[in-house]
């Protein structure tokens, strides 16, 4: 069976939960959300939904 290629677009909806390096003046400053920067170390779990996709037929192709 042949198989062709096409775009498509989607809203996707993500939960998870990951562990952060976050940069701060103090342990104080951190601990008051006066974060001035983070930093994504490790993924630790992550679960997503996709919903309302709309293929954009205008890009469909043949593979060949």
């Known amino acids: 069976m042949p ?3 096409m775009e498509e677009s989607y809203t996707e909806y993500v939960k ?3 562990l952060v390096a976050v940069f701060a003046e103090s342990l104080e400053d951190a601990e008051n959300g006066l974060i001035e920067d983070s930093d994504v170390v490790e993924e630790i ?3 997503g939904q996709t919903y309302d996709t709309y293929l954009h037929y205008e890009t469909l192709q043949e593979e060949e």
């Open 45 to 47: 779990w992550q679960d």
């Open 16 to 18: 998870g939960r990951r």
């Open 3 to 5: 198989w062709f290629e």
